[in-house]
């Protein structure tokens, strides 16, 4: 079962309740039983974000500029950084290549390094030309339906 690893998501990485049912059901019916972390925190606050925020007590301040996935599944050795949406978006592409760059220096995973990273959208609805632009950056991208979504987009 997915462990909630923050509950203190940044305002503007508010989730929908749509698209936390659709990682909720997603994790459960593909993923039961692996290692997984939901609204997972990635990077670390140095580099560029030192730069912003010098002083460690003032970390707090920088939660606007952290990166917050919304799930890690550890699947054979391999980290899968997966972004849902309820629309494939050339923006969800943009997240994801963004989580792998910075989950490397992730403190909670430090020590499962070296480690593989690999990155996954999962959406309702498709769109084929920011689909097979994913693929070609190597992204995965998983169109998931079912009949409990359908009736909360109707909703």
Do not use: H
């Not at 995973?109 to 959406?123: L, S, T």
Request: charged share 30%; no cysteine; aromatic share 10%.
């Amino acid at each position: 079962i997915p462990v909630d690893s923050s509950k203190n998501l940044q305002e503007g990485g508010k989730v929908s309740r749509f698209e936390t049912e659709l990682r909720t059901e997603y994790l459960l019916k593909f993923f039961p039983g692996k290692p997984a972390w939901r609204n997972q925190r990635v990077g670390k606050l140095g580099g560029s974000l030192a730069a912003l925020v010098p002083d460690t007590k003032l970390e707090r301040s920088a939660i606007p500029f952290q990166r917050w996935v919304d799930a890690v599944v550890k699947v054979n050795g391999i980290f899968m950084i997966i972004e849902f949406k309820r629309k494939l978006t050339d923006s969800a592409i943009g997240q994801v290549e963004g989580y792998i760059q910075e989950f490397p220096d992730t403190p909670e995973f430090q020590d499962f390094k070296p480690f593989e990273v690999k990155g996954m959208i999962v959406a309702f609805y498709d769109d084929p030309i920011v689909r097979r632009r994913a693929e070609e950056k190597g992204i995965d991208v998983d169109i998931y339906k079912s009949p409990r979504l359908q009736q909360l987009i109707e909703e």
